[in-house]
């Protein structure tokens, strides 16, 4: 069946890396099997290569943020890639989680002469937690690198996760001289003048063949033979189920930068990597293929064009199949909306979606309707849950400037909650906004966003406050709650109640009065 088929052949990917390992290198060179950067085969002159790299970064600069690189669709040998992009720094983790949570696996970067690095290891135990297939790309081999038995090792310890290589270097740095292809029994060799051409491995019957002795000097080819028999011993053979379940990652090596490793790697996502999973609603487990659409709200972007205000929706569809002006119901209101100007992210451009499949990312433009954690579907009451909500850690005050835009002032707070961007906070007395985050460089993003897209200058203040939490339970011993506590309640963007405490023993004192109330955290984004 068509649709079926359109479905299965979907993969819908995430890089997680450390900061430098190389994860911008390797997106822009997956972006060249997709078409989006022009090659001209094997003879172009450096010039030309330069100009259709620029090219594609004043397009990103005219888009303001680049917009393209959040969703990158393309096609590759028959199957449909949608890359996700996670913002790098650590401050916007939250960001970078939702994102995970809309991926079906994971490319591991890894820079060869550092391994697993602080990040890689934090996001490494955000997929995990979602038992996320992992497939390892260790990069930067054409540099001195760490042992890569070495490498192996470390990976298998420090994640306690099988590791299975399925290529194999042959030298490092300046003796780099290519990879061999475990589970094909084939030779790559690399060429570092080549960086934008794409070249097919060399097949061989095995180690033995009479052809590697031609196209490797001894050296190099003895040390191949001992360490892919050293391999074979140590290592489990690449097992796809257990890959599929979390529990063993294939390793690649290669380098981006010289766009070594790559193909490869796309083709080992195209052949063993999930495709899209099974949905969790609140209601029951919804799967891909249902003939009817559902999707999720998973992202929120403002000001994709600065000329707008209109906010983009990034939106997973779940189940089924979308088509240009379909009319969802938009759970959380029960209101119908009639979808025309979604956008697709093909790599190249933007373009208006008339049709797109389970597993796809599409864009809803909107003017702020849809929240993060909404689901959308064709009429039935479905609440997809797993998109995650971070306690906000650090909390500040923040005034307008000018005290007349006070009013505008909460209104671009409430905005950008609705975004992700923030946690933000109405205290029932007194005329300042609370804002919580959880990295302190997001203070500095926020008011500088409120500046310039709002046009209001803002302070943030620090507090005395030292956590919120949202207060749930019985509508009246909530109410009695808020009534005698006034001065520390708030209330969030979507009008729940929190109580912002000023100490711990605030807080405890709260929970021993109303020991049938939820005090929480995080609040589900459902
Ligand atoms: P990101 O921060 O993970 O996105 O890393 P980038 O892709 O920006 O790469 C960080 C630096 O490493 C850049 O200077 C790249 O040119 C360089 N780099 C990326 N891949 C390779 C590689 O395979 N070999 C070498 N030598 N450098 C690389």
Redesign the pocket.
């Known amino acids: 069946m068509a649709f079926e088929n359109e479905i299965d052949r979907r993969r819908t990917f995430a890089i997680i890396?450390?900061?430098?390992?190389?994860?911008?290198?390797?997106?822009?060179k997956l972006l060249l099997f997709g078409g989006a950067i022009q090659m001209a085969g094997e003879v172009k002159a450096k010039g030309e290569r330069r100009r259709a790299r620029s090219d594609w970064m004043k397009v990103e600069q005219e888009r303001g943020i680049s917009v393209a690189s959040s969703v990158m669709t393309f096609d590759y040998e028959g199957r449909t890639f949608n890359l996700l992009d996670t913002p790098?720094h650590e401050d916007f983790s939250e960001d970078t989680y939702r994102t995970l949570s809309a991926v079906d696996s994971a490319i591991m970067?890894l820079d060869a002469a550092k391994g697993i690095e602080t990040q890689t290891r934090k996001l490494f135990e955000v997929c995990r937690l979602r038992d996320m297939p992992i497939t390892t790309f260790v990069?930067?081999?054409?540099?001195e690198t760490k042992d890569p038995f070495d490498l192996l090792d470390e990976i298998e310890q420090t994640l306690a996760l099988d590791v299975s290589p399925v290529s194999w270097p042959i030298g490092m740095g300046r003796d780099f001289l290519g990879c061999y292809d475990l589970l094909k029994d084939e030779l790559n060799l690399f060429d570092r003048s080549k960086g934008d051409t794409i070249k097919e491995g060399i097949k061989c019957s095995g180690l033995d063949d009479p052809k590697l002795a031609e196209l490797l000097p001894d050296h190099a080819l003895n040390k191949l033979r001992e360490d892919v028999d050293m391999v074979r011993g140590l290592c489990p053979e690449f097992d796809v189920n257990a890959y599929l379940e979390g529990t063993m990652t294939p390793v690649f090596f290669?380098?981006?930068?010289?766009n070594?490793g790559v193909q490869e790697i796309l083709r080992g996502i195209g052949q063993f990597a999930p495709k899209p999973r099974v949905g969790k609603a609140l209601e029951r487990s919804v799967a891909p293929n249902e003939e009817k659409m559902s999707a999720l709200v998973f992202k929120i972007q403002a000001n994709m064009d600065p000329k707008h205000r209109d906010r983009i929706a990034f939106v997973r569809i779940v189940s089924g199949r979308f088509k240009k002006g379909a009319k969802l119901k938009h759970v959380r209101s029960g209101k119908i909306m009639a979808v025309h100007n979604a956008q697709l992210f093909l790599a190249q451009d933007r373009e208006i979606a008339e049709e797109a499949f389970a597993g796809d990312i599409i864009g809803i433009p909107n003017h702020g309707n849809l929240r993060i954690g909404d689901t959308l579907t064709e009429g039935e009451t479905l609440r997809f849950t797993g998109v995650p909500s971070f306690a906000p850690e650090i909390l500040q005050k923040v005034r307008a400037d000018d005290p007349m835009k006070a009013k505008h002032l909460g209104r671009a707070l409430e905005q950008l909650a609705e975004e992700g961007a923030a946690r933000v906070f109405k205290p029932n007395l007194g005329s300042d906004w609370v804002v919580g985050v959880v990295g302190p460089l997001q203070f500095d993003v926020l008011s500088d966003r409120i500046r310039t897209e709002y046009q209001i200058p803002c302070r943030f203040e620090p507090t005395t406050l030292m956590t919120a939490e949202w207060v749930e339970g019985e509508p009246r011993e909530v109410k009695a709650f808020s009534d005698s506590n006034r001065a520390s309640m708030a209330v969030d963007h979507a009008g729940a109640p929190v109580y912002l405490a000023r100490n711990s023993w605030h807080l405890d004192r709260a929970k021993d009065d109303y020991p049938s109330l939820k005090f929480l955290k995080t609040k589900e984004e459902i």
């Open positions: 890396s450390h900061p430098d390992a190389g994860k911008t290198t390797l997106t822009e790098g970067v990069n930067k081999m054409d540099r290669g380098s981006a930068i010289n070594f």
